[in-house]
């Protein structure tokens, strides 16, 4: 249905622009055709040159050909051939202002109503696109969304902070359990019963036992998170000459950074 009716159009549009043709040629009587002046009969010219452009396809051409034209000579036939070259050329914003200035200097036209329904259709397919470019825009700014950090951009996380804290927690619990450990010993050397001196004796030994076990414990971790720590603010976690050292109630960390 589209085919057909554009066709239908273009063929209207070839009569219009004949009739305005014949019409522009006609509108001077013969006696007065010899006083037109060299830029009148060029533009007619030009108008019959962007006819024939029109009708060819070569809209672009036509549109140069009949603007040359009413600049030479501004009759409003051709402002109306103008719009419709200018609407094939898919200039719509052009078209509408052509067409409205040809109503403009022809208020009478026998194609008024032809003319301003174009107009309307016009007018609503440029609203229509600058509706669709809006919705397109405001959709790509939402898929792009808010810039966010880049994890890989030099940021340290909180993840060596709290691996240390927990680390340096038990290493304090390891300290209280150790000190329980020689307090115990202390009171097994004082007591005169042997039992309660070999109790006394049990529990400091199984607090030194707990003690290294925390010790041990909370240095890994400590070393654990002081290494994850090098690594992020290294920003490399592949040559990083990074060595840790456990030792009973130790923990050495040493490294090289080039």
Not at 189 to 202: F, S
Request: glycine fraction near 10%; charged fraction near 25%; aromatic fraction near 4%.
């Amino acid at each position: 249905m589209a085919e057909p009716t554009r066709r239908r159009e273009v063929v209207i549009a070839l009569a219009l622009m004949l009739a305005q043709a014949t019409a522009l040629c006609l509108s001077v009587s013969p006696a007065e055709a010899q006083q037109i002046g060299d830029d009148e009969r060029r533009a007619r010219q030009l108008s019959y040159e962007g006819e024939q452009a029109y009708a060819e396809g070569r809209f672009d051409e036509a549109v140069v050909l009949i603007r040359r034209a009413y600049e030479l000579f501004e009759e409003p036939l051709l402002l109306h051939n103008l719009g419709r070259a200018l609407e094939s050329t898919g200039d719509e914003e052009g078209a509408v202002d052509a067409y409205e200035r040809y109503l403009e200097a022809m208020p009478d036209a026998d194609n008024r109503a032809h003319v301003e329904g174009r107009l309307t259709s016009l007018r609503a397919e440029i609203a229509e696109d600058a509706a669709r470019q809006q919705t397109t825009a405001e959709d790509g700014a939402l898929s792009e969304g808010p810039e966010r950090d880049d994890p890989s951009s030099g940021g340290v996380s909180a993840g060596p902070f709290i691996i240390g804290g927990i680390g340096v927690a038990t290493l304090v619990a390891g300290t209280v359990t150790g000190v329980l450990a020689l307090g115990k010993q202390s009171e097994a050397r004082d007591e005169p019963v042997q039992e309660r001196a070999q109790e006394l004796l049990d529990e400091g030994e199984t607090l030194a036992m707990v003690t290294n076990i925390f010790l041990v414990a909370g240095g890994v971790l400590v070393a654990a998170g002081v290494t994850w720590l090098v690594i992020e603010l290294a920003g490399d976690d592949e040559d990083i000459p990074v060595e840790v050292g456990l030792g009973l109630g130790s923990v050495t960390l040493a490294g090289r950074f080039d």
